[in-house]
């Protein structure tokens, strides 16, 4: 390790050289209060940025032992450090300065939900605090501009650092307001079974977003805002360990529709529901929203890849024989789609579905009767004829929308209106027929030995996120558009990660049994071993859709 002096000197001697003698600076530094480590020095101005942690001894930050004494109050905390050091490098760093990306310094880019992060860590063994972020080492064209570069190193970074450590008391208040809305989160999702409840809305709550692509509340002074209200037959009480005794709606296992007309909050409820597997930051509105961890959402994918499933309950007999049991299309249909997403959702142990019939494949939802006369040679089963069994017999739970199918009331445990934002129960008014649809789900449950292809593109191996949205995986490009629990680019990050940690592990156990083991050690030990900065935790769920979406994958017999 070598004094900061060594840095500085290495900047002036470097000054106005081509840009690849900043790899001269690459190593760690002893600074007043941290020592900085250049993990990754960029090639190029415009090349992704340089990789730098930042260490800082806890006994130097004013972090007490209470905001880090539990892995639930790490993971706020850090979350917390992760967007208080973003706020700092907007605030206290000069910016673009030159070519490129040139000046700028960076930390991982945080959304509406509280996620176990890559970007701040306490590593509770060497006591300290690590910064894991991102500077753009400055240049004019490729000339190094070592003046901007030791006033970013010596003066921005030490001061960023020191800001999101040393805190004035109304930050350090919110730290701990974070800090406890995340733990009566996580006391209310531990909750949910004991209660025999797969979700729980907090009256109060504020559901509607922003718009489509803005997760955050809507503003006050430019829309009506309608708070969540409970109906009283659906009533529970949690008696949380910071916020004391809550009421909401709680919706129990089993089979429940959600229904109402158009523009009255149904999908808005819903996507409560499905976002309800994370904490929200205070003042989100659906901080207190808890939904059971093993919930997903289902819905069509029009021409997605489907390799090696068995789908034959739900869809069989098609025409030339094709094979159900052992299933692959690289363009599936609606329906064929919608039953891959369900067997595998079932292969990773899930407990309960989430369907919005504006995004589903209808004829995989039901059959009127009338069809049902006409049409006898029909090779899908609905959705409808086991959703009962799939809970009495799978105890997999159902939460659907629909507007036009008023058919699943009949299979319904409980339907929820929806009528301007507030839910009424009209179970009794809806149910006529229980006894209808309710046809045995006889699904055989198979943990599939998944070997991916090579990530070879061209001489490098190339695994990359591009966004939220897609992983490069050598030459194939996997689609995640429509996989709508992730949450944030930094998930893709880390799904791309487990990605190469399974193309290396050449066993023959089943890959969703390696993916828990990959979680259950991070859930031990979090992200102290990984060095890179832009990871947070995903669920082995949207692991295996990225696995199950990527074209080239080959099932083991």
Not at 336 to 352: F, K
Request: charged share 30%; hydrophobic share 35%.
């Amino acid at each position: 390790m070598a004094n900061s002096n060594r840095l500085k000197e290495i900047l002036r001697r470097i000054n106005g050289r081509g840009y690849k003698a900043y790899k001269d600076i690459k190593g760690i530094y002893e600074f007043t209060n941290f020592t900085l480590e250049i993990t990754h020095v960029q090639g190029d101005p415009f090349a992704s940025p340089s990789s730098l942690i930042a260490t800082i001894k806890l006994n130097n930050t004013q972090l007490t032992e209470d905001t880090y004494k539990t892995k639930e109050r790490r993971i706020a905390t850090c979350d917390f450090l992760t967007r208080l050091f973003d706020k700092n490098c907007k605030r206290l760093s000069r910016g673009l300065r030159g070519t490129g990306n040139s000046g700028i310094i960076s930390i991982q880019k945080c959304g509406q939900e509280i996620l176990e992060r890559s970007s701040a860590v306490i590593d509770t063994e060497n006591k300290a605090l690590e910064f894991r972020f991102y500077a753009g080492l400055p240049a004019r064209g490729r000339s190094v501009l070592g003046k901007i570069a030791e006033e970013m190193f010596f003066k921005e970074i030490v001061d960023i650092v020191y800001y999101s450590t040393h805190f004035d008391d109304t930050t350090y208040n919110n730290l701990l307001k974070h800090i406890k809305v995340y733990g009566d989160y996580c006391f209310i999702k531990k909750s949910l079974k004991e209660k025999r409840l797969v979700a729980f809305i907090p009256n109060g709550s504020i559901l509607p977003r922003r718009s489509g692509i803005d997760e955050r509340p809507p503003e006050l002074n430019k829309t009506t805002i309608i708070p969540f209200k409970s109906p009283e037959s659906l009533l529970v009480e949690f008696d949380l360990p910071n916020y004391g005794k809550i009421h909401g709606m709680g919706i129990p296992e089993g089979v429940t529709v959600i229904t109402g007309g158009g523009f009255h909050g149904k999908s808005t409820l819903l996507k409560a529901i499905e976002r309800g597997i994370y904490g929200h930051i205070p003042e989100d509105g659906r901080e207190l929203v808890a939904t059971v961890e093993n919930a997903v959402k289902i819905r069509a994918e029009d021409g997605r890849n489907i390799e090696g499933v068995d789908i034959s309950f739900f869809i069989k007999d098609l025409p030339f024989k094709k094979d159900t049991k052992n299933f692959s299309t690289e363009n599936a249909s609606g329906s064929t789609s919608m039953a891959a997403n369900i067997v595998e959702a079932i292969e990773c142990g899930a407990e309960l579905f989430l369907i919005d019939e504006d995004t589903s494949a209808t004829n995989f939802l039901i059959r009127d009767e009338k069809i049902r006369e006409i049409v006898k040679k029909e090779p899908i089963t609905p959705y409808i004829d086991v959703a009962k069994s799939l809970y009495k017999d799978y105890g997999i739970s159902t939460i659907i929308i629909t507007g036009g199918s008023g058919d699943y009331f009949d299979v319904a445990d409980r339907v929820i209106l929806m009528d301007e934002y507030l839910p009424y129960d009209v179970t009794d008014n809806a149910v006529k027929h229980r006894n209808r649809f309710n046809k045995k789900a006889n699904i055989e449950i198979k943990k599939r030995v998944i070997t991916l292809p090579s990530p070879q593109k061209g001489k490098r191996e190339k695994i990359a996120s591009k966004g939220k949205n897609s992983i490069q995986f050598g030459k194939s490009s996997i689609d995640l558009n429509l996989v709508e629990q992730i949450a944030e680019a930094n998930q893709t990050e880390f799904i791309g990660l487990v990605l190469r940690f399974l193309y290396m592990d050449k066993t023959e156990n089943p890959t969703v049994d390696k993916i828990e083991h990959i979680l259950s050690k991070i859930e031990k030990d979090g992200f102290v071993k990984y060095k890179s900065g832009n990871l947070a935790l995903a669920r082995k769920y949207e692991i295996m859709a990225a696995i199950n979406r990527l074209r080239g994958i080959r099932i083991s017999k």
